[in-house]
């Protein structure tokens, strides 16, 4: 459905078993200086796939992926702004494409809700709340920014238990960044999140920090790269693999 | 050293790399609700060995292991009092006592420290400070009470990671009960522990919470059997188990 263009909304939710992942696609001139910044940068870009240049399959995600059709919806980028959001790049594919899919918190959504605990963005409808931090990246090229976290309100029990479940899935983020206090790292509001809606923070209840895959979006708004494409927030692509396959232990 | 009653102080940091344990000794008539008090709280109370009536080796632990004599120090209990602390209880051995070794946070500390995090209590040379909670243990038979925890002030951070590393080691204690707000598990003043020492929390840290051997001798203390033997505090039986032997994965 989706690659016939009949799916154009976001993923969430849908084939949940499976890992979904963020997309980036470069130029090759710029593709090794985002690989360096993701190996710097694991926990928010934690990479899952990186095709050869003008390749439009990914092999390692699915026996017949076409990056080109089979996201619900793109993001079509021109110096770090975006320009367009169509639902098919067949017509924008160049033969020096580098086409990078990185890992996502659905994956450990899933893994924290097979474990019992409850997610109330989840459970209201809403997308997580996403905040720039005072948490640097390490630079590569000319990618550098603030880590970008998502945040997820739970009682103090629930957030242990969530490290442990977490922690499993090293390829999706892994365990959380910070807990507590978000004026540690940076964030003086939680009602007023830079990216997703804000989620209500219960009595007795900690704020709990995951490293973010929009951590490179941001990254990319900064280096201005003349051309690339991403994913639209929230419309993945879905891949073969399970999310049980990327569990570490 | 111990055996002979050379070593007579704490075994804290003494052969590190081994499995220290809490030892709680009690009439046979006791070792039924004793035991399934352990096995409905395994958090504060992880059972390593227990033994036949009337035996004072431990093959499960150590080849040669003598209970009454291989602990620097114990603590002899009537009703619920404390009436010697010897160094040797040969002479007060019965054929119906049941000896019981617990895990002990030694165990985990040695990982949390090889793994690269500071524990204050142990820089400053202090004893880990223990607090009553309002969590209650589940009863069996005589034995009911609160649950006691230990607390470690540690960054955000830090307290992610020694999640990581404590949940591999179940059988000492395993992850924390809770972190932050000590008010929520009824705990009013961190600078009045219960038991152990104070430790200061510097800006930026929380205090993190696990559950502790101390809570069997709560358990003891309200029971207030005819007659029992526990080591003194600190004072534990050093086993032939390698702590890596404990560890889950």
């Known amino acids: 459905m989706i690659r016939s263009g009949q799916w ?3 993923t969430s939710g849908l084939a949940s078993d499976h890992v979904q992942g963020n997309v980036v696609i470069l130029p090759q ?3 090794n200086d985002f690989l360096r910044y993701c190996q ?3 926990k928010p870009c934690p990479v899952l796939a ?7 399959g990914l092999p390692g995600l699915g026996e017949d992926i076409n990056i080109c059709t089979d996201l619900p919806r793109y993001r079509v980028w021109r110096k770090g702004e975006v320009l367009d959001e169509p639902t098919n790049i067949t017509a924008l594919w160049r033969a020096d494409l580098v086409t990078f899919v990185l890992g996502c918190s659905f994956s450990f959504e899933h893994a924290l809700m097979q474990a019992g605990l409850r997610l109330r963005h989840v459970e209201q409808g809403k997308n997580v709340a996403m905040y720039r931090t005072s948490i640097p990246t390490h630079a590569a090229g000319v990618f550098h ?8 309100p739970m009682l103090a029990a629930d957030a242990i238990r ?6 499993r899935f090293p390829n999706v983020h892994g365990a959380p960044v910070h807990l507590g206090d978000p004026a540690l790292i940076g964030i003086n509001d939680l009602g007023a999140p830079d990216y997703g ?11 709990v920090f995951w490293a973010c895959g929009v951590t490179p979006q941001a990254a ?3 280096a201005q790269p003349e051309f690339c494409i991403t994913h639209a927030p929230g419309a993945m692509l879905i891949t073969d693999l399970l999310n049980q396959q990327l569990a570490s232990f």
Do not use: C, F
């Not at 990186?50 to 439009?56: V, W």
């Not at 920014?145 to 997820?152: K, L």
């Not at 809606?197 to 704020?207: N, Y």
């Open 8 to 10: 154009t909304a976001h």
């Open 29 to 31: 001139a710029l593709a």
């Open 40 to 42: 710097r940068n694991p």
């Open 50 to 56: 990186a095709s050869e240049p003008g390749q439009t």
């Open 145 to 152: 920014g603030p880590m970008v976290v998502s945040m997820r």
């Open 162 to 167: 969530a490290v442990q479940v977490t922690s």
């Open 197 to 207: 809606d804000a989620v209500e923070l219960k009595s007795g209840e900690i704020p």
């Open 220 to 222: 990319l708004r900064q």
